[in-house]
């Protein structure tokens, strides 16, 4: 892991911050990944509202995704069927026979 000066950080925050260059421009300037100066914004930003991370925000639910959902809970249910199933017999025939 490289370690990079405040300086460093600042000069590629900064413009993007002001809104004058773009990421891409800053880490070719720099010979940064873009991905890194991403980050430095983010937590930049962060500091700058004094607001917690913020959640991701997803858009709707593609509908394969809700019906894998279904399928994976009705398979859970019947597993859960089928133990509940197994672990009673099992008990009947571990019982001792009750007395008259």
Request: overall charge positive; charged content about 30%.
């Amino acid at each position: 892991m490289f370690a990079h000066s405040a300086e460093l950080r600042q000069r590629a925050i900064d413009p993007v911050l002001e809104g004058g260059r773009s990421i891409a421009q800053i880490a070719l300037e720099l010979d940064m990944s873009a991905t890194t100066i991403r980050r430095w914004v983010r937590v930049a930003q962060y500091a700058e509202t004094g607001a917690a991370r913020p959640a991701r925000v997803r858009g709707p639910e593609p509908p394969y995704r809700r019906e894998l959902t279904q399928l994976r809970r009705r398979s859970l249910e019947r597993e859960v069927e089928q133990l509940k199933g197994a672990a009673g017999a099992g008990r009947s025939r571990l019982r001792p026979p009750s007395a008259p």
